[in-house]
């Protein structure tokens, strides 16, 4: 595909505002700060899922606080119920009526801490609202807040013993990523700093709800040539056709590409797609919408075997010129 030169489209600026006030708190951690943004100018929803006291809740913490949005945080645990996420419907006795109190997943940004800690039952609560941008409630739908989006966080080494996220769940989430570990200058800055750096909730909001629903529709608008169209379907066929693999990538997993690098490249101040985009961000994008083969996959490394079989078929894939 023959290189462009394109001035850089508008929002570009915004998006790099939000990107430098996430990273005055996650040090170190610039691809994850960039993953974020990109899935929320996606209009997806981000599962952060990595070892305890990485910065998973930081992160999704920070990105709410930088926007001036409304926010919730809901902390997950095993006794929660259904109603405790998306409200319940109560007898009003001065007006002898029916009264729904809306619950904390009427909001803009909705951190789900350790969502794997409570029951399938409470899980598939946030599935209508994060497929369809609302929730029904004894018969009733309600629509919720434009822009919405649920960032929640796991420990992958603590799924036995709680509930880990089933198929279809974690199908909703547009990325699913990891933190690691910070590099030798980061760890020393915030071991040197003795607790006293800047955390979410000293940060100052540096975009609106406005700004952010205007990003993501520049972000549907940038442009993406048949020939990358072509280059995702073939890597999509290559995981559903994989010996690895038992499920591969659906059609929602490949809108769900095409939304995040079109997002991509707007935050990179393009106004069209490259392959790189694609690439960058298969393996966030796909690897939690496989299902390994029983015969090849172990239980306590599948996450990362899913991720190296979806980086072989990239590299069988020719990329477009």
Do not use: W
């Amino acid at each position: 595909m023959a290189a462009r030169q394109s001035a850089a489209p508008a929002g570009v600026e915004k998006i790099a505002e939000i990107q430098r006030a996430l990273s005055v708190v996650i040090r170190g951690k610039q691809e994850a700060v960039r993953l974020a943004v990109v899935c929320l100018l996606a209009r997806g929803h981000l599962l952060i899922e990595d070892v305890p006291g990485v910065g998973k809740t930081t992160l999704g913490h920070s990105l709410a606080r930088c926007l001036a949005c409304a926010f919730h945080r809901i902390q997950f645990t095993s006794d929660m119920l259904p109603s405790d996420v998306l409200g319940v419907t109560i007898y009003n006795t001065h007006t002898e009526e029916f009264e729904f109190k809306p619950g904390p997943v009427f909001t803009n940004i909705l951190l789900a801490d350790e969502i794997n800690r409570t029951t399938p039952k409470t899980q598939s609560a946030l599935l209508e609202a994060m497929n369809e941008q609302q929730v029904t409630v004894e018969g009733r739908t309600y629509p919720l807040p434009q822009p919405f989006m649920v960032i929640a966080t796991q420990n992958p080494l603590e799924h036995y013993g709680t509930y880990p996220l089933p198929e279809s769940q974690l199908d909703r989430f547009l990325m699913r990523m990891q933190m690691g570990y910070p590099d030798a200058a980061s760890e020393r800055e915030i071991l040197n700093s003795n607790g006293q750096r800047p955390g979410p909730e000293q940060m100052q909001p540096v975009a609106s709800a406005a700004d952010v629903t205007e990003l993501q529709q520049l972000a549907q608008q940038v442009r993406v040539d048949d020939s990358l169209t072509e280059y995702m379907m073939a890597i999509v066929e290559k995981t559903r056709s994989s010996q690895y693999l038992a499920l591969g990538v659906s059609p929602r997993g490949s809108l769900a590409l095409r939304h995040a690098a079109q997002a991509l490249a707007l935050a990179e101040g393009r106004d069209f797609c490259l392959p790189d985009d694609f690439k960058r961000l298969a393996v966030p994008v796909f690897a939690h919408r496989v299902v390994l083969n029983s015969r090849y996959g172990s239980s306590p490394r599948k996450s990362e075997q899913a991720q190296q079989i979806l980086q072989d078929i990239l590299s069988s894939v020719a990329v477009p010129l």
